[in-house]
């Protein structure tokens, strides 16, 4: 059994057991949190598919950590003007686990 949620701006596939990262969520680790837009649910070959999301069906996750990832460095360089900037950025995440898919 999986499904497919909308978070964040993204979509994740996800089934029970599951530690995804995900943008970052105002919940304290060990909370649960509940993820309401649910696009798509596949029960062993039963698909229920919402337009645009699946009515009353809802995903349960429990926080694990806030962190950062690691660090992208952005590099710029034009050839003949001598021109170079290096800038750095480390985006903030939520890890959480899936605990349970209710459609």
């Given amino acids: 059994m999986f499904a497919i949620i909308k978070t964040g701006g993204k979509q994740y596939r996800v089934s ?7 943008e970052t969520l105002s919940q304290n ?5 509940t993820f ?5 649910i596949d029960n062993e070959g ?9 009515a009353g069906a809802t995903v349960e996750a429990v926080v694990v950590t ?7 460095i952005i590099f710029k360089k034009k050839r003949t ?4 900037r290096t800038q750095g950025h480390r985006q903030n995440y939520t890890e959480v686990r899936i605990k349970a898919i209710n459609s």
């Fill in 29 to 33: 680790p060990k909370e649960v949190v």
């Fill in 46 to 54: 039963e698909l229920k598919v919402g337009q645009p999301m699946v």
């Fill in 36 to 40: 309401d837009q649910v696009l798509l």
């Fill in 81 to 84: 003007t001598t021109y170079q």
């Fill in 16 to 22: 029970e057991g599951d530690v995804i990262r995900v």
């Fill in 66 to 72: 806030h962190d950062r990832a690691k660090k992208v």
